[in-house]
């Protein structure tokens, strides 16, 4: 027996209004969270930081991260450039750079073993080289504003964690990637809350490895990077087992920290970011479908149903009642929606109107993470790995 029309409508509006109030209580924090970390270009040469900087064919990009790191002062002690095996130009690029800079010094991985990612391998390969008494991973995309280093040591010890990384403001080429970009990026705050909040508990931990700081004691105690060894979202999955294991973790708003130009073009984001967009290494089964059904319900369905519900008013619907929750809930999560922009805005160098139309993405951004979840990209700058089991 199917059920009648106007029981569907209800068991929607009563789905939606139960994800509305689960988004609620992950955004909730995020009236108190914290402002922007600032830079510090005062700060003293103690404690010391190792800046580990994993590379593989990224000699178009490097150039800025370089010059920024070697703008940090005397807080870094060192900044290893780990790479595995270039063919670019990568690797005359940091030589050149360390005649300027003596602090930067040239690693070269050992083979990659069995179980291991490439990027995840040679950031440990750096922490066995790295003497300071934090380590800072960051990405060969980035471009480091002064005082990073010292910014990032000095909120992380005022807040007491051991382990703590840092969101980005994103640079974006062109009105695509500008429109889709924004979309992808709310995935990730439905499901984990806001930047700068209270800490969530540790299965929604969230992290960015693009600016990525850790105590080495802490970090070394606990086998290092090892921990996400075969995991294509390394940052997150480390952040977590650390959170589970006890260990204070910590995520900032970065954004007068550094930026990043991490794309190309919207068919670029779409392509890579969508590789680690689902965290499918970071979350189990259950809750990873969960976060599914969460973004469906509020973030893909809510403006494709009102324009539905526009089209088919109450008196030729199954019913005024069911119409009226249904259009009510919808026009409730569609306001979060669009409040969130807000604070979003602060996530970008440059606004334009791409970006306030971002939620017009949100159907192929949402169901971008269906896709990677369905079928996960185990490939990553030329290498393939197995899939990695769920936490």
Request: charged share 20%; proline share 8%; aromatic share 6%.
């Amino acid at each position: 027996m199917t059920p009648s029309p106007a029981l569907a409508w209800w068991l929607l509006a009563a789905a939606q209004l139960a994800a509305l109030a689960v988004l609620l209580v992950r955004l909730a924090p995020g009236r108190h969270r914290r402002p922007p970390v600032a830079p510090v270009t005062d700060a003293p040469s103690s404690p010391t930081v190792s800046v580990i900087v994993a590379t593989l064919n990224e000699a178009r990009r490097i150039g800025p991260c370089l010059d920024g790191l070697a703008r940090q002062g005397s807080l870094v002690r060192e900044i290893l450039v780990v790479d595995s095996d270039s063919t670019d130009g990568t690797r005359e690029l940091v030589e050149r750079a360390a005649t300027r800079d003596p602090r930067i010094r040239l690693l070269a991985d050992p083979p990659l073993p069995p179980g291991w990612v490439g990027k995840v391998w040679a950031l440990q390969h750096g922490l066995a080289h790295a003497r300071g008494d934090w380590v800072l991973g960051v990405d060969a995309d980035i471009s480091p504003h002064p005082g990073l280093a010292a910014g990032a040591v000095a909120a992380a010890s005022a807040l007491g964690f051991d382990v703590c990384s840092f969101s980005p403001r994103f640079l974006v080429s062109g009105a695509g990637e500008a429109w889709l970009q924004p979309a992808l990026l709310t995935t990730l705050v439905y499901r984990s809350g806001a930047a700068g909040a209270d800490s969530p508990p540790p299965d929604r931990v969230l992290a960015n490895g693009q600016c990525f700081l850790a105590r080495r004691a802490v970090l070394e105690a606990h086998g290092g990077y090892a921990l996400a060894a075969r995991s294509l979202s390394d940052d997150v999955t480390l952040a977590r087992a650390l959170a589970r294991r006890g260990v204070r973790v910590g995520f900032m708003d970065g954004a007068a920290l550094y930026t990043v130009r991490s794309y190309t073009s919207m068919r670029e984001a779409w392509r890579e970011w969508g590789r680690s967009l689902d965290l499918r290494d970071a979350t189990g089964r259950a809750r990873q479908w969960g976060d599914i059904a969460e973004l469906v319900l509020a973030q893909a369905l809510p403006l494709p149903l009102l324009v539905l519900l526009a089209a088919a008013p109450a008196r030729t619907a199954p019913g005024t009642a069911p119409w009226l929750a249904l259009a009510a809930t919808n026009a409730a999560l569609l306001a979060v929606r669009l409040l969130l922009l807000g604070p979003l805005r602060g996530s970008y160098e440059r606004v334009g109107p791409a970006f306030w139309l971002s939620p017009l993405a949100d159907v192929p951004a949402v169901l971008r993470i269906v896709i990677s979840t369905l079928h996960p990209r185990r490939t990553w700058r030329g290498r393939s790995y197995r899939s990695s089991a769920s936490p």
